[in-house]
């Protein structure tokens, strides 16, 4: 780690620094550069602010028929977690593990409701006394493109490359990392396990926030998510495809990743 990364690792875990860097300006990280949360061991990657076209999608049915809409920027960039959240990084925050596949800690925590997600988040959150929270729609297909490049899976080239879907994933989900990264240092945005979203669902996305917030506005007794799993067809485990579910209800595919501002 460098000398200009450590120092934005430092400010960022350690808030006692946070009143002398007062008026200072900090060097911004390079797009994928990577810190780690001393706490739960989870790593970020760097996602530099930035302005592109979402897939304007009106339903999962006609999830890989696109066209464009308004462009939606970015205007701060943030951290995301570098990979799913996995078993054993929930297993250490919340004590238990909900999975429905306990093959191992680096296998992503799957069978986890979206209420669950946020109980998760709040406790890293008390015990590292930073804000984490859970991706909107916008910045998780925004990250998964690489910045909003036109990619059509979470990383460029071939589905097998890059995912663990249904025709490679032997019916099951596999440890995180093992595919093919994005250009941005992210792993699994596509394949392995669909990930919530703060996102209230909307399934015309038409008036979608243009800042990268999140809709909170909506059907908000579902929530969306992004990314397709182990289970799904190829169609689904597009940068365009979306999903929703329950907020209280988990399913054995469905997972998450956290980001940091």
Known sequence: MNIIVSAIAALLFSPLLLPSMAGTAVAVPNAGTTIKDPVSGIQLSWIPKGCFLPANVSSTANADSA???????????????TF???????????????????????????????????????????????????????????????????????????????????????DHPHPVGEK?????????????????????????????????????WGDCSVRVLRGGSWYDAKSMISTKARLYNYTEKSDNNSGFRIVLD
């Open 67 to 81: 066209s464009d809409a308004i462009e939606t920027c970015i205007d701060r960039g943030f951290w995301m977690g």
């Open 180 to 216: 093919k990264p994005n250009a941005l240092g992210l792993f699994d945005m596509s394949g392995n396990v669909w990930e919530w979203t703060h996102d209230c669902w909307n399934a015309d996305m038409a008036e979608a926030p243009t800042d990268g917030s999140p809709w909170t």
């Open 84 to 170: 799913e959240i996995t078993q054993g990084q929930y297993k250490h925050i919340m004590g238990n593990n909900p999975s429905s596949y306990k093959q191992g800690d680096d296998y992503p925590v799957e069978n986890v409701r979206w209420l669950s997600a946020r109980a998760f988040i709040r406790e890293l959150n008390k015990r590292s006394g930073k804000q984490f929270r859970l991706p909107s729609e916008a910045e998780w297909e925004y990250a998964a493109r690489s910045g909003g490049k036109p990619t059509r899976f979470g990383a460029a080239g071939a589905a097998n490359d890059v995912a663990w879907y249904m025709a490679n994933s032997n």
